[in-house]
């Protein structure tokens, strides 16, 4: 097996679970069930959060990892977070400190991904993952994430 059908592989029951994470009595626990499979199954992910769009922000909903980060409310256009959400297109940030769009949460993040949630209207929010790895996202990660955004957005459309 060659490394992205391994890849893919062991993501597939991840989705499985963030699938049945969305049937939870509520929003806000069925979020918080969800960043909390991703940041559990992937030693590299250190920090998940998800972003919901209000008007002209970005709000934090849910988030798994160590510490509460200070960003809980990112106007759209700031950040990474915020860029992600103004294009509607991932961004893939290798090296945080190369970027200067970069708004810093956590002393060790080294790098970070921002997948966008988006619905039939356009962006609902994004799922944004800091690592304290180096280059730690792989189009593999992408992919998967990207994935795991499309159920998230058809949840999140029933409401
Ligand atoms: N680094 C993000 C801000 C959110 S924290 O990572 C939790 C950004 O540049 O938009």
Known sequence: MNRSRQ????REPVLHDLQTALKGSSRRQSVQSFVRILRDNFS???W???YLGRGDHLVLEAYAGGAETEHVSIPIGQGI???AARTG????VPDVSQDPRYLMCFPSTRSEI???VTGRKGVLGEIDIDSDKLAA???QDKEFLEEAA???ATYLEKD
């Open 81 to 83: 977070c915020g860029a």
């Open 137 to 139: 996202f792989s189009p």
């Open 44 to 46: 590299s992910y250190s």
């Open 7 to 10: 890849a893919t592989a062991t």
């Open 48 to 50: 998940v959060g998800v």
């Open 89 to 92: 297109e991932t961004i893939v």
């Open 150 to 152: 499309r159920l998230l």
């Open 114 to 116: 921002v997948v966008p």
